[in-house]
């Protein structure tokens, strides 16, 4: 139930469901389904059956059938990112990216990497697009170009201040090869630090490792920018010293360089009613040493860990944008989406039969972007799927403890398993009920955190 309504307050129709479902004789097992996923707001459902059995004698040490569950169905978590559409899963995704870029800034000793990363050349870099056109902002000291001082919630910031002259379609088109921008990039950026080195290409390899995670974050005009960690290792990765010559200071001037440098850029061919363009990071970088410990103004190992963690759960929501694809262009007006994020939509559907392996059109709810939120290289640290195992083997061993299996040697035991997809989210009902389910899970989290010691709560959250 919402935080304002009351039962009165509720749909008859979607009142009578959740008292069904509260009432029905299953419903403890339910809210146990559900408590399991996090509180879930679109679980997957299955049903199947296992059985493990001892090798050497066939004996059935445990037998589970969806059978016995309420509606004869498990409810597992969706394992969306993206917090718009379910809060729960996105809360545990954040979680799992903000100990993936912390073990790469300050070592993990369950993940093979030590705590002497720490000790190598890394800063925290944001490189933003170019500009399309003048839009509503908040100067420091001073006021928009439109001569108002603009509120930080005002809906106006990020709009263009004339939108018959704003660039959409270059925006959006910025936007869909970002990805290919940040590729060249990283190469480019390897060259560099070759020649400052006084190395060659072939004699960095046998030296030296570039390391990054990063994530994208929209701006409020709709165009994409990415946030990294950039680090220089050893040959062997975080396990091995960076060569004597490596620092930040080094760093810094490589990545400057990279930027700036004529090799940096995506040409885009003309194509009817639009011209070649040639696209480049904007004039706005930011490189910033990380510390392990802050002073009160250096950025800190924690403070950009659960930096990539708030924005690897999120799309271009804070744009007005939808965060599912979009059929047609009638949805713009029945959502009701703002002016300026549904002209960049429509410049995306607008030029999707001009660049036609760009694939603009199904990615118009992205605003043209087309990659993944949150990367990494492959030697930055730990790996998404490495922390997902770990959970899922902590959830395995407390079972057959709970089955009175855990003393048993896993080789000695054959498992046997069959499941089919079996649907997908809740009854209207069972939604109010989830969601209630969901918050409580997420105030006892709250409390927990907060009764930690700073240090640790720090470390702990995602965002």
Request: hydrophobic share 35%; with cysteine; proline share 6%.
């Amino acid at each position: 139930m919402t935080d304002s309504a009351t039962l009165a307050d509720l749909d008859p129709g979607l009142l009578r469901d959740m008292l069904k479902v509260a009432g029905a004789p299953g419903y403890a097992r339910w809210e146990d389904q559900i408590r399991r996923t996090g509180g879930c707001s679109d679980p997957i459902h299955i049903t199947g059956w296992t059985v493990a059995k001892d090798k050497t004698s066939g004996e059935v040490l445990h037998r589970y059938s969806t059978g016995d569950e309420p509606g004869a169905r498990l409810r597992i978590a969706c394992g969306n990112r993206r917090a718009s559409r379910c809060p729960s899963c996105a809360w545990t995704y954040a979680g799992d990216t903000y100990h993936l870029i912390r073990a790469g800034l300050a070592g993990d000793d369950r993940r093979d990497i030590p705590a002497t990363v720490r000790e190598h050349p890394r800063v925290f870099t944001t490189l933003t697009a170019p500009s399309f056109g003048p839009v509503h902002n908040r100067p420091a000291s001073r006021p928009c170009r439109c001569g108002t001082h603009h509120q930080e919630d005002a809906p106006e910031l990020g709009t263009a201040l004339d939108p018959n002259t704003y660039d959409y379609a270059a925006a959006v088109l910025f936007n869909n090869h970002a990805g290919q921008l940040w590729q060249r990039f990283t190469t480019r950026l390897r060259r560099e630090i070759a020649a400052y080195a006084g190395l060659t290409q072939r004699e960095l390899k046998e030296e030296a490792r570039i390391s990054y995670g990063k994530v994208a974050e929209f701006q409020k005009r709709g165009a994409i920018h990415f946030h990294a960690v950039i680090r220089i290792d050893g040959p062997a990765g975080p396990l091995s010293p960076p060569p004597y010559w490596a620092s930040t200071e080094l760093l810094d001037r490589a990545i400057r360089a990279a930027v700036a440098h004529s090799y940096t850029s995506v040409s885009v061919p003309a194509a009817t009613d639009q011209p070649a363009r040639t696209f480049r990071w904007g004039t706005q970088l930011d490189v910033r040493p990380i510390k392990a410990f802050g002073d009160g103004s250096d950025i800190t190992e924690q403070a950009v860990a659960s930096y990539v963690a708030k924005y690897a759960t999120k799309a271009a929501e804070n744009t007005g944008t939808l965060d599912r694809r979009i059929g047609n262009r009638d949805a713009l007006v029945i959502l009701d989406v703002p002016t300026h994020t549904a002209r960049l939509i429509e410049a995306c559907l607008d030029l999707d039969p001009l660049y036609p392996d760009r694939r603009l059109a199904a990615w118009a709810h992205m605003l043209g972007f087309r990659g993944h939120f949150s990367t990494k290289s492959r030697q930055y640290s730990t790996t998404l799927g490495a922390l997902r195992q770990t959970r899922a083997d902590y959830r395995a061993a407390q079972e057959a403890e709970a089955r009175g299996l855990d003393d048993l040697d896993p080789d000695t035991v054959l498992v046997l398993a069959s499941w089919q997809y079996a649907g997908h989210g809740h009854t209207p009902g069972e939604s109010v009920l989830a969601a209630t389910i969901a918050r409580d899970i997420q105030l006892n989290r709250q409390t927990a955190r907060e009764a930690l010691p700073d240090q640790l709560a720090l470390e702990g959250a995602a965002s």
